[in-house]
């Protein structure tokens, strides 16, 4: 008797992605199979989800374990979005209000043949003969406050974390869309101009949060607990930086 052929059991995709529903959240996530013995859920600083599964792990188990892991997953994609510059775009026009420092100041436009930015009272002066150059001429201002304010705002910080047998490999300034600082593997730590427009503690607790990584890399139970022995309120802190910049 000939044996009965079957057509041959199609194996998944090694990658994919995948979405489900948890209450009113949909969460999205990036399914890769591998040769592994566990499967693992990642949540990057960019808040995209990645599972990895062993070879042969039904989609409906897999579901099942990123279901019952969405708290932590959600928890974690808030983190990350407080580190996203929030502040909306502005307009440069007299009477708007800028901050510097935890403070607000409202700007205030003059035509004039020369071209500065004067902080004076409660107010940032602006003079320039071209109005439309005023928010030009107000980000460079903030660029060089937050090249001397932040990097002498961070040198206690780094020498207090030389206990750890760490130091940053250099400290620089930029504008940054997506983060308010980051730590490249080699050490080098990139802190977003816009925090010089945040409040003092608020600005260390991202000098903190970085310098945290130097000692461990990833977001782990040994990362938290440091970040909380060097500063016990950074969640307070944490808070405050996402509200005050939105």
Known sequence: MRREQHPPQQKPPAQSVHSLQFGSKAISFELQYQHRKTLGITVHPNQQVTVKAPLETPLEKIEEKVRKRAPWI???????????????????????????????????????????VKLKGGFFEVYTPDKARAGSLLRQWYQ???????????????ERFEQYAVKPSGLSVKWMQKRWGSCSPKGQIILNIELVKAPRRCIEYVIVHELCHLVHPHHNRAFFALQTREMPDWQKWKDHLERFLA
């Open 74 to 116: 959600l928890r974690q994609q808030r983190y990350f979005r407080s580190f996203e510059p929030l502040t909306p775009p502005r307009q440069y026009v007299s009477g708007e209000s800028h901050l510097y420092w935890g403070r607000q100041y409202r700007l205030k436009l003059y035509q004039h043949p020369g071209e500065c």
């Open 144 to 158: 060089e406050r937050a090249a001397h304010k932040l990097p002498e705002l961070a040198k206690p910080w780094i």
